[in-house]
């Protein structure tokens, strides 16, 4: 009998030599997916480099929200950030390494996948088919594996990561903050995690496709907001705070991750150039920054220019 449906396929129950026995078509075992032929077939390919920078954009997500978090609470006296900064970052990069540990292969930093073929590939639960229209054939399986399942092990081991490590640290360094606002950051983590799962679990496919320009986007607007409230014109201003060096080349960074992310790198010596545009928009601000400055503009506004 032919498998319906675009992912039910037949596991393969027994095989000698040339002989080969498949079962019933149904659910493909965890770790295999579907091929043409409609037969089970394990994932044993290596991820793809956007495969590995989406992960890396997952992972990212977490970091960049406990760094935003730590800043905003640790306030501008105190000398506890930079070290919670260091902590988050152990933690989540603790938590990636042990993700990849975790996973098939078990024991070293690499995994297998199946290649995403189209977007529907993270949306399997949509297409289980009705063969006489009253029974459900449920063919429900990871036919990404495991780009969708890998990023709840990961946000599990950074939160547990984050209970064991933080509130001690936090306890003992962040003297300068009152006691009710010392832990909030961490606080945050609690609400945050779980807005980034409820995203993995319902547009993770959506996320897979968009991250580049997702993040193009917000790199974009954070560095202007960032600049326009630093209120910095000109390269002095810039160069004045060490910070803000750090914010620009962090920005910098996220820039070429976006745009290697869009080009793929397919073709090496045509993409590389691209990377050229990294300090575009950050070299644009400066150079129109005293063109919009507020006060110019309503001073020329009272002198009737």
Known sequence: MACLGLYCGKTLLFKNGSTELYGECGVCPRGQRTNAQKYCQPCTESPELYDWLYL???????????????????????????????????????????????????????????????????????????????????????????????????????????????????????????????????????????????????????????????????????????MSASEIENCYDLLVRKKRLIVLFSHWLLHAYGIISISRVDKLEQDLPLLALVPTPALFYLFTAKFTEPSRILSEGANGH
């Open 56 to 226: 890396g954009f997952m992972a990212m997500l977490p970091l960049v929200l406990h760094w935003f978090f730590i800043e905003w609470y640790s306030g501008k006296k105190s000398s506890s950030a930079l070290l919670q900064h260091a902590t988050a970052l152990f933690e989540c990069g603790a938590a990636a390494a042990i993700t990849l540990l975790v996973s098939e292969p078990v024991g070293v930093l690499y995994i297998r996948s199946c290649r995403v073929l189209m977007l529907s590939d993270w949306y399997t639960m949509l297409y289980n088919p009705s063969p006489d229209y009253v029974t459900t054939v449920h063919c429900t399986h990871e036919a990404v594996y495991p780009l969708y399942t890998i990023v709840f092990i990961y946000y599990a081991f950074c939160l547990v990561l984050m209970m064991l490590l933080r509130p001690l640290l936090v306890k003992k360094i962040a003297c300068g903050l009152g006691k009710s606002d010392r832990f909030k950051s961490i606080y945050a983590a609690l609400y945050f995690f779980p807005i980034l799962t409820v995203l993995q679990a319902v547009g993770g496919g959506l996320l897979y496709y968009a991250f580049p320009y997702i993040i193009l986007v917000l790199s974009l607007v954070t560095l202007a907001v960032y």
